[in-house]
Every structure is written in structure tokens, then in C-alpha cells.
């Protein structure tokens, strides 16, 4: 029988792995971040119109990661507002964003500065901007504006200073046992958990070729742990979860 891979264009790639043992490496993992990238200084500017002076909030760890949010963004922010004509009442690279108690320490220490202000510009990840605005509230700063800065993109696993690769979109259910520890969900462009597609070429996704075929990676993956007829096995849909989102998990 043909196996899904061989279908998909990886018969001389897996002849070669079987050879030579040689695969297709994945990207080194580092860490892992909530990947964002800086929105258009004009769209920043539309959302603070007629709200100068302006508080800008900061995230030393993934936006600083990603160039957002850092100490050298957070302080590019403030002068390209200045030059722009917009007051900046001050500034704070929390020490993770995400983190609300941290979060509200760092806040309380501003109270001054926000005092000042009329509205608040968060250079972080959207959870981070909710985080900043839930704790304004719990210090009393509940009327300000809070303004996103950034445009999240993705959970990702930073493979070099400035290269992030995502593997996880984060679900709720699990299946990499399925797919020998790859996730096709969300690695493969057309998300197939019955793949691959049959367009791959070299073992290089049809859709982005500078992206490795999720499920080469995966017919590689199950063929060196030995369980490569796994391959065929149908795997059943998702079930829709109506109560996908909001997600929260309290531990004990
Ligand atoms: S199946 Fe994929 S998207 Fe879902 S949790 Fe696992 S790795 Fe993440
Ligand atoms: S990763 Fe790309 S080429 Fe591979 S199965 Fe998915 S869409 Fe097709």
C-alpha cells in the first residue's frame, strides 16, 4: 500500500531517510513566546487622538523578545509621540506583562504618572494589554483608555534572536500522540489531520515552501520511531467545542 507520504510526493525523501537516517531538522528550541508585532505609528496615533498626555506600558519578556515592547521600543515610543506633538506623562517595562500581581505592584509604583495621564499605550501581546487594563482598575485607574500597540500573532518557539516558528495553537485537546509528535493543526498550512495534501514537493509545503511539509515531518518522525504504518490510520475530526473561548484554569 502507499502510505500517505509516498503520496504526497516524499517516496525518494523517505527512501533517503531510510538510507541514511538523515532527516529534516526542526527549528532549535530556544524558548517559547507570544509572538506580536508593533502596529503602524499612524493607527497608534489614531486611537490616542485627543488623548494626550499618554502612559506608555512596556513587557521585558515576550514583547521585549519580539521588539515591541522592550526598554529600546518603549523609549523609540515615546519619542516618536513627542515628535508627533502627543505628551508622554511617563513610561514602565513591566516585568511580564501577563503577570497581574507583578503587573500591579509595577503599577501602583506609577500612580503619579498615570494620574497624569488620559489614556494608557501597551506594547505587548493583546493578553497583555487586558492584564494592564484589569489591574488599572484594581488600583483605581478604572476610566483610562488602555490601547494596544502591538498585534499578536502567535505562540511561538523562538529559534534565534529574531525567528519565531509556530508549533502549538494552543487547542485545549492535545493530539500530538496521533501524529508522532507534530502537530498538523497547526504546522500543516491546511491544518489536515489526515494529510498530507499531495501537492508537497521535496518535502516542502505547497501552500508556503519555505516551510517544510508538516506531514513529511511527520512521516519522517513516525518512520524513525519505528511506527511508520501509523501514517494511515484515519484520525476523527475535532469536535466543536462551543466553550472554546474564554478559557481560564484555577489550580489547587
Ligand atoms: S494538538 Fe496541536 S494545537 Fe492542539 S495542543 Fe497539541 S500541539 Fe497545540
Ligand atoms: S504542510 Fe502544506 S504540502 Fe504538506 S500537507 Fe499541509 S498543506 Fe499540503
Redesign the pocket.
Known sequence: MISRAEKCGQTMHLENLRKTGTMISCAREEDAVIVSTPKPIETVLAGLEGESPVFLVGCNLCAAACRVGGERETRAMAEALGLRGLEVAGRRVLDGACNARKTQRDLVSCREELARARSVLVLACGGGAQSVLSALERIGFDRLPVHPGADTLMQAEQSGPADFEQ??????????DDFGGI?P??RCAKGLLNGPCGGSAGGRCEVFPDHPCAWALIGERLLRMGRLERIERIVPPRPADPRAHPRRLRRS
Open positions: 508549533f502549538c495553537s494552543l487547542c485545549g485537546e492535545c493530539r500530538l502537530c493543526a497547526t
